[in-house]
């Protein structure tokens, strides 16, 4: 019997990635499919979303992730990812759960990191740099609160990049293998103009974000805050004439500098130790696999155009 399984979010590119892999691996959950979409200002749509079945486990996805949105709206931000997070805890209370709480925050929240203090582990403290961080910040220490409060097992999951087939062009990865997927079909010139592409970033496949999240859910410990990451850098440069390798395409990359604008964090690598340490997880899938399933994702959705 498979336990039931409430994810918010489920419309992202995580959350929809999160469906299809319940749909083709036995993970030993079912995802309980509310009648109707649910809002998280909303406390009635939660409530309702949760009527026919309490769950066994929670994965909390949803929020608003875009840091320039956090600027323009850091009210709107905080107000959703903070007051939504304790909409839904307050949801799950009045249903009676007590089971598994995973909130999913971001590595986001370490905020500029000394090239000497890297990789970057969960001892170190959150110092955010944008709207976005304090509100992630804010909503982990209130789940934290919770997990001392109330009798459920609550875990705060660090995601740094993740990259995968589905995800927004608005994103360096997806946005690169969009144009070379163009280039293949002669309907952009071998040309990419780009901005600041010589920083490293640590990337990880949607995938092993998910085979973490439901680690977690088997074996973590309550109150614990654990980074999801690969433990490696990959420099952006290096990434797109790797995909464009994979692609078979010549390209140039031209630096473009209305778009250069310098990053103030140059390198970026994570420590994955507690999660293994706790759970056993580590990565399975390759870069070459992750930009493979990128380029084949988007030679498709170009296809469609």
Request: hydrophobic share 40%; net charge neutral; aromatic share 8%.
């Amino acid at each position: 019997m498979k336990k039931p399984l409430f994810v918010t979010g489920l419309t992202g590119f995580v959350g929809q990635r999160l469906r299809r892999q319940l749909q083709d691996d036995d993970h030993g959950w079912r995802l309980i499919e509310p009648r109707e979409r649910c809002d998280l200002l909303q406390p009635d749509s939660l409530d309702a979303a949760l009527a026919d079945e309490c769950p066994e486990a929670v994965i909390h996805l949803a929020g608003q992730t875009f840091v320039p949105e956090s600027f323009r709206d850091p009210a709107k931000t905080l107000e959703i990812n903070l007051l939504g997070t304790l909409n839904l805890l307050q949801a799950l209370k009045r249903r009676g759960f007590a089971g598994t709480f995973l909130y999913v925050s971001s590595g986001d929240v370490y905020g500029k990191v000394d090239e000497a203090a890297l990789p970057i582990d969960e001892g170190r403290l959150p110092e955010p740099r944008n709207p976005y961080g304090v509100s992630k910040v804010a909503a982990e220490l209130l789940c934290r609160q919770w997990s001392v409060a109330e009798p459920w097992r609550i875990m705060v999951a660090r995601p740094f990049n993740h990259i995968g087939e589905g995800q927004s062009a608005a994103f360096v990865v997806p946005s690169v293998a969009q144009q070379i997927a163009r280039i293949r079909q002669g309907r952009q010139a071998p040309r990419l103009e780009m901005g600041d592409i010589d920083v490293s970033r640590d990337f990880l496949d949607v995938r092993d974000v998910l085979s973490a999240y439901f680690a977690l859910l088997a074996r973590g410990e309550n109150g614990g805050v654990y980074n999801i990451c690969s433990g490696r850098e990959y420099v952006i440069r290096d990434l797109i004439q790797r995909m464009a390798t994979l692609a078979g395409v010549d390209l140039e990359i031209v630096q473009d500098p209305a778009r250069m604008r310098r990053a103030e964090q140059r390198r970026v690598r994570g420590s994955f130790e507690r999660l293994q340490r706790v759970t056993g997880w580590q990565p399975t899938l390759s870069i070459e696999d992750t930009l493979k399933t990128v380029l084949s994702d988007w030679e498709s959705r170009e296809k469609e155009v």
